[in-house]
């Protein structure tokens, strides 16, 4: 599965390995609390390379995975990866929801809306 993208960019080769491993990260630590893995994720482009410089890690999130089978949010800067289990499905939060747990988490809200939107479509997964 490839992820969504924040903004629709061509990424180097390099940069794609580090995308799979972020989402190999992700899919280790659903597998950890016996969950399928992830089935919507999305990228920012710019935390993976910029201005032609490969980015090893960020600091913020760069990936964000959403399993709606257990409401769970997914999340790696690169070096880190973690879990934030959601009060009820996404696609019911709205901007004042998404705001909060943007904040709460610590996540950038343009990635978090961009997860939401992608979840709130009618054909998003």
């Known amino acids: ?3 969504h993208r924040l903004v629709e960019r061509e990424l180097s080769a390099k940069a794609e390995e ?3 491993f972020d989402m190999d990260s992700i899919r280790q630590i659903a597998a950890s609390q016996h969950l ?9 482009p710019d935390q993976y390379e910029k201005a032609g410089r490969i980015q090893r890690d960020s600091t913020s999130a ?5 399993s709606p089978e257990r409401n769970i949010v997914f999340a790696t800067d690169g070096c880190n990866s973690c879990a934030h289990f959601l009060n009820g499905d996404l696609k019911i939060y709205d901007h004042d929801a998404l705001l909060s747990f943007a904040a709460e988490s610590e996540i950038q809200l343009e990635l978090v809306e961009g997860l939401a939107g992608i979840v709130q479509e009618p054909s998003g997964r």
Do not use: S, T
Not at 36 to 44: A, D, K
Not at 62 to 66: E, I, N, Q
């Open 62 to 66: 760069r990936m964000l995975a959403y």
């Open 36 to 44: 399928q893995p992830p089935e919507v994720w999305i990228i920012h």
């Open 1 to 3: 599965m490839k992820p």
């Open 18 to 20: 580090l995308i799979e």
